[in-house]
């Protein structure tokens, strides 16, 4: 690939950067906002630039190199078209398409990375994952600082506080189920030496963090991933397990000295979530999501077709009062998109799956280093997959910017193993360019148009939606904002 063809930029290091320290900005971005807005504003930021980057692509070279098969391409043209049709019916088509423009300038962002990562090979790669590692390793740090205040303080720390940068820690474990691959990768990329040593260390701390804040899902989907890929890949993943293992084991001994030994020294109880979790487990497994997995049957149900919209769940849920999204990433597409789009995007990722399994075949067997590539992008996938059944995954921001750059990475390393007889270059005509480009510029008003008035004064907002005429207990449900909406 040369100059000449599209995507050229800086796309994924805006992605990782913002993914990373969105989180830990330590003003408000907008008056009013707190963490969660903080990050839904800069991510929407990203999938603007992202959009203009692709305009300006589209205007700057009629060629393309074309990475996907006509049945991917397809169905991901029908998906998004259902979910534009489903918006135009829905009861706020404002907010539904909002939604529909974020995922579609989300997946332009991956697209991008992948376009990077096929151009430039393993040397992109590797400055992505090492500054995910350095992003990581600034979380801890800023961790670590809020564990020492805390300890000198005394007395009973709230758990959540050991979590900083997200309104709901649920939401740090959202970014956990694709950064802790990605730092497993990185331990796996890196050299000998101190390198790998501090690759290493803040794989495990990451671990730790895992246990302090106790992410069923999370657990749930890295441990599906990581025996998906194990019965997949045999022999190759076994390099992979035992990295992954190891960081696990030494993270669990890190949480069991400074998070339950230390404070039972100092007479107080274990920090952390993670022995309070077995109860709850044991006293409602599902957590209150049985009543969101059933409300969003009743409106799939309802809304067999074109869904009651994107976003919609947030309006016809809202009586439950426990949620603004089902928890459940097939229920929510079903039920506000319609089931043919459901049926086009499952298809549309079993089919991405396969490309990515077959890029096996082109491996040398003693390649070892595209081997654990491989295994980790399986797991990464399987574990979004999984975990996205319990949990807001796809919904919460930060975790959709980190779903965007594994997406892009996967996509971007899959063409770069597969030989260049297996990839077409393609001459695009004026009208599909300009046609691609009003698209492109209509998301980016759907987003701007999504976010406006409210965004003019954000507490305000949050109380008046918060419906206390209809609801005599309500209670904050994040979607786009903290606040919630419908």
Known sequence: MNHRFLFKGFTPYLIVIAAVFSPLLPFSLIRGTGLHDN???VEVVCASLSGITVIAGLFRSNLILRSCNNRVICLLTAFFLLGLASGIRAYSPRYAFFEWANFLLIFGASCLIAFEIAANGDAMLDQILRLCGLGCAFYIFVAIIVYVVLINA???PSNAVFIPGFDNYR????????????????TCRSGVGKQKTFAVGVTSIWWTL??????RGTFIGLLAGICVTWFYLRKDA???CRVMLRSALIGSGAYL?????IPLSLGLQPFGFLFIVVERTMGDPGSGRWHLWTRAWEIMLAHPWLGAGPLHFAHFGRDIQNGAHPHNWVLQIACEWGIPALLCLVIAIALGLKRLLSVRQYLDPTDVKNHLTLAAWLTIGVAILVDGLVSGLIVMPTSQLWIALYIGCAWGWTVSMT????TTILRLPMTVRIGGGAILLTSIYFLANGLWPEIRNLPAYEEQTLQKDLYPNPAFWPRIWLGGYF
Do not use: E
């Open 39 to 41: 990050q839904r504003i």
């Open 154 to 156: 005394g007395g009973q």
């Open 171 to 186: 939401f740090f474990n959202h970014v956990q189920t694709i950064t802790l691959p990605l730092l497993g990768l990185w």
């Open 210 to 215: 895992l246990f302090v804040s106790a992410g």
């Open 238 to 240: 076994l390099p992979w």
């Open 257 to 261: 000295a400074f998070y339950v030994l």
């Open 419 to 422: 030989p260049a007889t297996q």
